[in-house]
């Protein structure tokens, strides 16, 4: 038998613009088009390296 096992990084879930959710253990499907992937504009820039904020 093969197990897999995924983890869901918190530490990023304020810069996503539709972050994916887990439910009873696992992901379930997202609501809107696409991965779950897109970040908010405010994000992009401050983690630009290494420009960014995030890096300074």
Same mark, same amino acid.
């Given at each position: 038998?093969?197990?897999?096992?995924?983890?869901?990084?918190?530490?990023?879930?304020?810069?996503?613009?539709?972050?994916?959710?887990? @439910?009873?253990? *696992? &992901?379930?499907? /997202?609501?809107?088009?696409?991965?779950?992937?897109?970040?908010?504009?405010? @994000?992009?820039? *401050? &983690?630009?390296? /290494?420009?960014?904020?995030?890096?300074?």
């Amino acid at each position: 038998m093969r197990v897999a096992a995924v983890s869901l990084d918190d530490r990023a879930i304020e810069d996503v613009v539709d972050p994916a959710t887990v @439910a009873g253990g *696992r &992901y379930p499907a /997202p609501a809107t088009p696409g991965s779950s992937t897109p970040m908010r504009a405010g @994000a992009l820039t *401050r &983690y630009a390296y /290494p420009e960014g904020s995030a890096w300074q």
